[in-house]
């Protein structure tokens, strides 16, 4: 199960061989994307039904305030364990990670679960993602009409002009392999992916079972059949001692969430959440960092003294900022900043929170924080006492 050996000279010349046909293939997917760009559109409802992190919202209020949209219509299989979702779905969003190059040309990515929205999300907690999560579970015979298919992965693109919310094109089944970096990877090597369907030379290994294995590291056993085994990225998960119960929240799943309004812009309440001098006044506390990815980030009370540390998860000025964030266990801070027509929203999720009770006590805090907030913001000054003396911290 050896390629053949040869010298350099021959192995370039081989090489310079597959070239032309590697550059044609190119460009032909150059040419095929700007047909793509030509395409008509078909106008959509943009109040068609979404739930988020927040509850009922609205394909409109997905985009986050950007002019696109790529959306990835999960498939869900509704009450069966984690080890029996997609192992194509869960591959593909396994790989989707950093969004910033997708913020920076003004694209929203956001997956459209087809399932129930507590059940699906805890699916995405348990593999770690931090991607955009909702369901689309009520709204499918709309945004999967046919000849869409309902309960097939999906690729779609929408634009959005204003209030008005257009589709621009959509794909399935190998179409999302727009997705799969691992895939593309896979392709340069000399055994590809490995799988039953390729055209490899005789004896190439060729047994994977696509994206599900009967376990992980080190063997990855293929399976003979679904649903035996899991969806690859589960097996690391289980590992590091993350929970698949689907069914009842895991410890770490606490979170609460605040919405507010302020006339402001994304970049005035960008500022305000990282400038030291800012909030101090607003907060009763300094926040402390370069603000960059990994950077530590630090609390200070205004002696000076240093009230907690976390560090920057993302750092997408002035969109969002994620943190980890000092209060008891490590937990989660993510501020979201979109614009909404002449004003601003603001949405703070303080997620993987050790408790109910301490649950609690955090919705509290942050009602109080974010309304001297909007109140700085939008007056220049501050309520006459600040958060942490109203509730004694």
Known sequence: MTPDIAGRDAF??????LRPREKAHTREGDAIA?????LPMVEVDPATPLVGKDGPTTLLDAFEGRTQLVAYYFMWH??????????????????I??????????????????????????YRDFLGWDVPWYSAQESLGTLLAPPKQVGLMHLVCYLRRGDRVFETYWTTRRGVEAMDNSYALMDLTVYGRQEPWEDSPSGWPASCSYTRTADGPPTWTPVAEWPEGRPIPQWPRLDAGHSDDLAHPATGDLSCSQTIYVHSTPEEIWLALTDAEATAAWWGRSNVSDWEVGSRWEHRKPSGELDGTGEVLVSDRPRRLVLTFPSGPPSRVAFEVDPYEEIARLTVTHSDLASEPLRAIVAGVWAAVLSNLKTYLETGTTLPRSPVEMLGL
Do not use: K, M, N
């Not at 370039?12 to 061989?17: C, F, K, R, T």
């Not at 700007?34 to 030509?38: E, F, L, P, V």
């Not at 990670?97 to 805890?122: K, M, N, V, W």
């Open 12 to 17: 370039e010349s081989a090489v310079d061989a």
């Open 34 to 38: 700007a047909a793509r760009r030509r």
């Open 78 to 95: 509704d009450g069966h364990p984690a080890a029996e979702q997609c192992e194509g779905c869960t591959w593909d969003t396994s790989q």
């Open 97 to 122: 990670g950093e969004l910033s190059y997708l913020h920076s040309r003004d694209i929203t990515y956001a997956t459209f679960c087809q399932g129930p929205y507590d059940e699906s999300r805890r």
